[in-house]
């Protein structure tokens, strides 16, 4: 005999649990569950069941059923967008339709792009991050879901498949302990210790590896030179550094175009202006899949002799982008005020979307002035 499943919220549960899509979803699964067990000949027999009478053993689902259940609950829990079940943080409209991280920041970027309202694709209410939440619930629910590793193919929950496949999986890629030296072995991490034990590298003569040794030392000299030059710039006597904010603004063209501005501010005792454009003012950058963003940098005061300086940008304080520092190079007068478009050296598109996500682009700007 199965007792009926009831579905009860938990107390002091709130609107960040499931979403209501969600739920009534998962309550389908859950009768579909029971619609299969009587297709597999499991009946309720004997009399209707006291309602005073103590709960018994829920009865044991079949493998085959289990894995319909899984699937079921894949199609419930993935995102209204991409239809892939998410991999990180989980965020939710007012109406309880759930969206990756991913496609929540895109669907937020790509309103900015086009001047519009975000909406969910599920039920076109207005979303944003004042107004989405995310779903605790649904997180913790994805993560004990299981998945197969891409390297032995056995199923493991989602919260232990990263550790498994970078520390347990003997059948992970690993490399051989002698790369440094110019091994170029690469295979699964059971095979490794037979490969070391016979790895020619460790008997290479000092004449052999030199070849190797120089070119790990070009990598590495290419690497240093950034770090060294700011190291420079840090020994100028004039340094200035503000933390800048730009603003969205569209352009006065028939088809308006996204661009940055920050307010005037003063470094130097110079006053300044920052503008920033999305890939390069294309026409239609929400159409694309690739973004990026460019900037420059203008002087607004007058001087009376030419201003030389070095300038970066990095990320602002309580931001997360990853902004990779690159020095640029300009010499400012009343003629040449204004240096060329230079791209933003953020990693890929997914930090483009994060900024351009923002209600505000907020980074830190530091100049250098060259001493003659």
């Not at 829920?58 to 998410?86: H, N």
């Not at 309202?117 to 629910?141: D, G, H, Y």
């Not at 072995?185 to 040794?213: D, N, Y």
């Not at 840090?234 to 661009?259: A, H, M, N, S, W």
Request: glycine share 6%; net charge neutral; with cysteine.
């Amino acid at each position: 005999m199965i007792s009926d499943v009831g579905v009860a919220a938990a107390p002091g549960s709130s609107s960040a649990g499931l979403g209501v899509g969600a739920v009534g979803a998962a309550v389908e699964a859950v009768a579909g569950v029971a619609a299969m067990q009587e297709e597999v000949g499991i009946r309720r027999e004997g009399p209707e069941p006291d309602p005073d009478e103590p709960p018994k053993k829920r009865v044991k689902i079949p493998e085959g059923e289990s894995g319909k259940l899984e699937e079921r609950l894949y199609s419930v829990l993935c995102c209204t967008v991409c239809l892939d079940l998410p991999k990180a943080s989980v965020y939710q409209c007012t109406n309880g339709h759930l969206m990756c991280a991913g496609c929540f920041i895109h669907l937020l970027a790509d309103s900015r792009l086009k001047e519009e309202q975000a909406t969910c694709p599920n039920c076109r209410c207005e979303i944003s991050k004042n107004l989405c939440c995310r779903n605790l619930a649904v997180e913790k629910a994805v993560s004990e879901l299981p998945t197969e590793c891409t390297f032995c193919l056995k199923q493991f929950p989602r919260s232990s498949l990263e550790r498994h496949q970078k520390e347990e999986c003997q059948d992970r890629v690993t490399q051989c302990k002698y790369k440094r030296i110019g091994c170029p072995w690469q295979g699964p991490f059971h095979e490794l210790p037979a490969h070391e034990s016979e790895c020619s590298h460790p008997t290479k003569t000092g004449t052999e590896l030199m070849g190797i040794l120089g070119e790990m030392d070009q990598s590495h000299r290419r690497d240093m030179q950034l770090y060294n030059s700011i190291f420079s710039l840090l020994c100028y006597e004039k340094i200035g550094f503000t933390e800048v904010q730009f603003r969205p603004y569209r352009t006065d063209d028939f088809i308006t175009r996204l661009y940055y501005e920050t307010p005037r501010f003063t470094v130097l005792n110079q006053t300044w202006v920052l503008k920033a454009r999305v890939n390069d003012s294309e026409r239609n950058p929400n159409l694309s899949c690739k973004r990026t963003l460019s900037f420059q940098l203008i002087l607004k005061s007058k001087v009376n002799s030419a201003l030389e300086c070095s300038f970066l940008l990095l990320k602002g304080p309580y931001d997360d982008v990853r902004i990779k520092p690159v020095i640029h190079h300009h010499s400012f007068s009343n003629d040449t005020n204004e240096t060329d478009y230079v791209p933003l050296p953020i990693s890929d598109s997914v930090e483009c979307n994060k900024l351009l996500a923002a209600k505000n682009i907020n980074l830190r700007l530091f100049i250098f002035q060259v001493q003659k």
